[in-house]
């Protein structure tokens, strides 16, 4: 990646809380994925926008799909325990997302590490393997730390 922007006051300051709605897509098992719910909903109460909660493909070969389309493109939530997974909870979400990128939601909230550990993990990760521009949000608590873009 050639170039690395906070991004957070753009999220905050373009955020129009409640707007646009959250669409389940017809045969998603909610059930399974209380936390990717959970999270939609907090991402429409927080930001707004249109979100579709995206099924698991009923193709073994296709893999993993995202978790949302969210303002038209794939987003991926990660929640992670440590700096030193992030390396490969974000390989796996770069994966899902590569088709239609938009970005990367990263919960930390049980991490002990500082955010300055979880971002360098996350920046050098997108150094090694990313070939396209996404944002990465960064989360610890239910509350938006940073929302980095990586622009390629």
């Not at 770069?94 to 990128?101: D, F, H, S, W, Y």
Request: hydrophobic share 35%; aromatic share 8%; proline share 1%.
């Amino acid at each position: 990646m050639s170039e690395r922007i906070d991004v957070t006051a753009e999220y905050l300051e373009n955020a129009i809380p409640g707007e646009g709605s959250v669409i389940i897509e017809t045969g998603y098992d909610e059930s399974q994925r209380e936390v990717e719910v959970k999270m939609a909903k907090w991402i429409h109460k927080t930001f707004g926008g249109n979100i579709i909660l995206l099924k698991e493909t009923d193709k073994v070969y296709e893999g993993k799909r995202a978790d949302y389309l969210w303002r038209d493109r794939l987003w991926e939530l990660k929640n992670t325990g440590s700096a030193k997974s992030v390396d490969s909870v974000l390989r796996k979400a770069l994966k899902q997302i590569r088709e239609n990128p938009g970005g990367v939601i990263i919960d930390f909230g049980k991490s002990k590490d500082s955010i300055a550990r979880i971002e360098s993990a996350i920046s050098e990760r997108i150094r090694k393997s990313c070939r396209f521009s996404i944002d990465v949000m960064v989360l610890k608590h239910g509350k938006v730390v940073k929302v980095i873009r990586y622009k390629k």
